[in-house]
């Protein structure tokens, strides 16, 4: 029995909207794995091309809704405020923190996914997810793009 409020209330609403969604897939018989897949792949090529041409290279992966780009070989701007040279924070942490407050776009340092052990080795990578519409993915596009 789902309630009106609660988990089963937001696993009705998702089982609804991918319901609606499937009756929206083109052709009719595609089902809506199939066409949420098609729509990833083209969001992880936009995305992977945006961040290569800023010279952000790309991390190759299978599986998964998240990419990981090397924020190591490129400088921006706000690398040279004196707040950001003060942080006492790893690379990516910092990066992160500048691009989500100076481009508003949603991406994350991925050292924070790490125990403290092997947190060394991934410093220099984010993670952004691609599993958004392709509007969400055209916009952060033009963001990357606008990196100076």
Excluded at 53 to 68: K, T
Excluded at 80 to 101: C, F, H, Q, R
Excluded at 113 to 118: A, E
């Amino acid at each position: 029995v789902l309630s009106s409020s609660g988990i089963n209330a937001e696993y009705g609403h998702a089982v609804a909207g991918m319901m609606r969604r499937q009756r929206l897939c083109e052709p009719p018989k595609e089902t809506y794995y199939t066409w949420a897949g098609n729509i990833y792949k083209e969001n992880y090529k936009k995305l992977s091309k945006a961040f290569t041409d800023a010279n952000m290279p790309v991390v190759a992966a299978e599986g998964g809704f998240f990419m990981i780009v090397d924020c190591s070989k490129r400088s921006f701007e706000f690398q040279k405020s004196a707040e950001y040279v003060t942080l006492d924070e790893d690379l990516d942490v910092k990066i992160a923190k500048g691009i989500v407050n100076n481009f508003k776009l949603a991406i994350l340092p991925l050292s924070l996914f790490c125990n403290p052990s092997g947190k060394n080795k991934l410093t220099n990578y984010l993670r952004i997810c691609f599993a958004k519409s392709s509007e969400t993915v055209d916009r952060a596009v033009t963001i990357i793009r606008s990196f100076e």
